[in-house]
């Protein structure tokens, strides 16, 4: 029996890995998607096969698509991570995680070698703030009203792929995603690991996560059960106050006293304009930026995951306080904390 085609882009990074390695374990036929520039440390396994593909240059792109065809056959499935989140210029979010996602679906359209699933890669920020005074959970059919540019891309890439007759997505949107390989939640974790627990406002603030296993479980059981066209929010289920998941980091990082400091955000909101101007003037993306204190000035990150039980029998792996010692424990094995 031939084995299955799948290609994973954005394959360098912490979710684009860890779905590669997975894809081996499950014996697929597995294409790295990369770019010249990006770093291969978590994709050793000499049954890794990589590819480059142009996104910016449609014809290119349906060139090295016809050209990969003729020689192997089309992917069976691809799932389309590469984009960015954070960015110079507000305008390079929809150059890549839009226009490049629309080149990639266009020329898989034109060169006939669209996949059997191609399940995108989106975010819960696509659909911007949910009930913050009820705090009732993001609904499925809430109108999607992103305030970041970074949700706004991402919504568009979603709006296009449905716009397409019979194209066969598969659309997750995950919250705070978090693991091992994970740089972002790992400066929280230093923080809380040098006595220091920050927090943005006074109004409470509900936090959702799903663990990246889950996450990369939650993708193969999408293609492993032909679901198409469908789209969801994606998390373990069980919801937090800020509170509740710091005290569960320190924790796990064993520290027994830290200083508490909520910042109001009418100090976060130009420190973050201040950071991202600096970054600008250096030519250098910052994370912490206007889009950024948006994000840290939601309160209600609560999302209705009812379809991902009902559509593909899903039930976490991880909850958060397992999670978080799993993470923290590869941290301090590969010397990041």
Same mark, same amino acid.
């Given at each position: 029996?031939?084995?299955?085609?799948?290609?994973?882009?954005?394959?360098?990074?912490?979710?684009?890995?860890?779905?590669?390695?997975?894809?081996?374990?499950?014996?697929?036929?597995?294409?790295?998607?990369?770019?010249?520039?990006?770093?291969?440390?978590?994709?050793?396994?000499?049954?890794?096969?990589? #590819?480059?593909?142009?996104? $910016?240059?449609?014809?290119?792109?349906?060139?090295? !698509?016809?050209?990969?065809?003729?020689? &192997?056959?089309?992917?069976?499935? #691809?799932?389309?991570? $590469?984009?960015?989140?954070?960015?110079?210029?507000?305008?390079?979010?929809?150059?890549?995680?839009?226009?490049?996602?629309? &080149?990639?679906?266009?020329?898989?359209?034109?060169?006939?070698?669209?996949?059997?699933?191609?399940?995108f890669m989106s975010s819960?920020?696509?659909?911007?703030?949910?009930?913050?005074? *009820?705090?009732?959970?993001?609904?499925?059919?809430?109108?999607?009203?992103? &305030?970041?540019?970074?949700?706004?891309?991402?919504?568009?890439?979603?709006?296009?792929?449905?716009? #397409?007759? *019979?194209?066969?997505?598969?659309?997750?949107?995950?919250?705070?995603?978090?693991?091992?390989?994970?740089? %972002?939640?790992?400066?929280?974790?230093?923080? /809380?690991? &040098? *006595?220091?627990?920050?927090?943005?406002?006074?109004?409470?603030?509900?936090l959702t996560f799903i663990? #990246? $296993?889950?996450?990369?479980?939650?993708?193969?059981?999408?293609?492993?059960?032909?679901?198409?066209?469908?789209?969801?929010?994606?998390?373990? *289920?069980d919801v937090y106050t800020?509170?509740?998941?710091?005290?569960?980091?320190?924790? $796990?990082?064993?520290?027994?006293?830290?200083?508490? !400091?909520?910042?109001? !955000?009418?100090?976060?909101?130009?420190?973050?304009?201040?950071?991202?101007?600096?970054?600008?003037?250096?030519?250098?993306?910052?994370?912490?930026?206007?889009?950024?204190?948006?994000?840290?000035?939601?309160?209600?990150?609560?999302?209705?995951?009812?379809?991902?039980? =009902?559509?593909? %029998?899903? =039930?976490?792996?991880?909850?958060?306080?397992?999670? /978080?010692?799993?993470?923290?424990?590869?941290?301090?094995?590969?010397?990041?904390?």
């Amino acid at each position: 029996m031939m084995q299955r085609k799948i290609l994973i882009t954005g394959a360098s990074g912490f979710i684009g890995s860890t779905t590669v390695d997975k894809a081996l374990d499950l014996g697929y036929e597995t294409w790295a998607g990369v770019r010249k520039t990006s770093s291969r440390t978590f994709l050793q396994d000499e049954r890794i096969r990589f #590819i480059e593909l142009n996104y $910016a240059d449609k014809e290119k792109l349906k060139t090295q !698509l016809h050209a990969f065809t003729t020689e &192997n056959g089309k992917f069976d499935y #691809i799932v389309h991570i $590469a984009g960015i989140t954070k960015a110079l210029r507000k305008t390079d979010f929809d150059e890549i995680n839009y226009r490049q996602v629309k &080149n990639f679906i266009d020329a898989l359209v034109e060169t006939d070698t669209v996949p059997e699933t191609f399940v995108f890669m989106s975010s819960l920020g696509a659909f911007g703030v949910g009930d913050e005074k *009820g705090y009732s959970p993001m609904p499925c059919n809430h109108v999607p009203a992103p &305030n970041t540019a970074y949700g706004k891309s991402k919504l568009r890439a979603e709006n296009y792929m449905k716009s #397409i007759a *019979g194209f066969p997505y598969v659309i997750l949107r995950p919250t705070g995603v978090y693991g091992p390989r994970d740089k %972002d939640y790992l400066i929280l974790m230093r923080a /809380v690991k &040098n *006595g220091l627990d920050v927090g943005a406002g006074f109004k409470k603030q509900l936090l959702t996560f799903i663990y #990246i $296993a889950d996450l990369v479980k939650i993708i193969f059981a999408a293609i492993e059960k032909g679901v198409h066209r469908k789209e969801y929010f994606v998390a373990d *289920g069980d919801v937090y106050t800020d509170t509740e998941f710091n005290r569960i980091v320190q924790q $796990a990082v064993e520290k027994k006293r830290v200083l508490r !400091l909520k910042i109001p !955000l009418f100090i976060v909101q130009p420190a973050a304009f201040v950071t991202e101007k600096i970054g600008s003037l250096l030519g250098k993306a910052t994370t912490f930026n206007t889009d950024k204190y948006k994000i840290m000035k939601q309160r209600n990150w609560a999302c209705d995951v009812s379809p991902l039980q =009902t559509d593909l %029998d899903f =039930t976490p792996d991880y909850r958060l306080k397992e999670g /978080v010692e799993e993470t923290v424990r590869w941290y301090k094995e590969n010397g990041w904390l």
